[in-house]
């Protein structure tokens, strides 16, 4: 887990984010002591490094050094099923943890480095506009960030799209959520610090020079 911490650590985009404090949260998953976990290869199967079970609330590796994206994945179950109220389904079981595994591996990569991809662009007009306008036409809704599969029962899969109640629960679980506004106010202040007038904002158009919308309407739970 710490891999991914130190792979965002320059930036501020990332931390606005709650990349942190979500690893943060899983690591206290890891060490509570409430998590049983087993290195076994057999219960994992062929496909992935490792496997959580709800039922038996273990965590079961193949080996001891894991897909760090795989395990923050697992870990979200451990948390819903350890330390999270109320009651999940398989399906939304799997909408939190793929979720994270989407939000922190593929679209904050897609916002961060120090400055952000999005700000490194220089103070030029075409190039800021090109990657804000890029980012949104992408990542503006759920069903845009794809799925993953869940199991109803045992060996069935079902593939599923997600849905903003996906990214609303990642972000209640872990503290990390796609946002918009606080992406733009990080972005923001580097450009300002770079003394460059252009700012980004959420809106789907814009009738000011110097501001760059998203160029698209942004979900509610994006924003
Ligand atoms: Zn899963």
Not at 52 to 66: E, F, G, K, Q, V
Not at 78 to 89: H, N, S, V
């Amino acid at each position: 887990m710490e891999s991914i911490r130190t792979e965002y650590a320059s930036s501020p985009v990332a931390k606005a984010l709650g990349l942190e404090s979500s690893v943060s949260e899983l690591e206290s998953v890891l060490n509570s002591g409430s998590l049983n976990i087993k290195i076994d290869p057999g219960s994992v199967g062929k496909k992935n490094d490792a496997r959580y079970s709800i039922l038996l609330r273990t965590l079961y590796l193949a080996n001891d050094s894991p897909n760090k994206w795989t395990l923050a994945h697992e870990l979200v179950h451990a948390d819903i099923t350890l330390f999270t109220p109320g009651f999940f389904t398989p399906r939304r079981h799997e909408g939190a943890g793929y979720g994270y595994e989407k939000l922190a591996n593929e679209v904050l990569s897609a916002l961060h480095a120090d400055p952000a991809p999005i700000a490194s662009q220089g103070c030029k007009y075409k190039g800021l506009k090109a990657a804000w306008h890029g980012f949104w036409a992408k990542y503006a809704q759920p069903e845009q960030l794809g799925g993953g599969v869940y199991q109803p029962i045992r060996f069935k899969d079902i593939n599923f799209t997600f849905d903003a109640s996906d990214f609303r629960t990642v972000k209640r679980i872990t503290t990390l959520g796609l946002s918009c506004s606080l992406a733009a106010q990080e972005i923001n202040k580097i450009w300002e610090g770079n003394n460059c007038c252009y700012r980004v904002n959420c809106n789907a158009t814009s009738s000011s020079l110097l501001e760059i919308a998203a160029g698209v309407n942004i979900n509610d739970v994006f924003k």
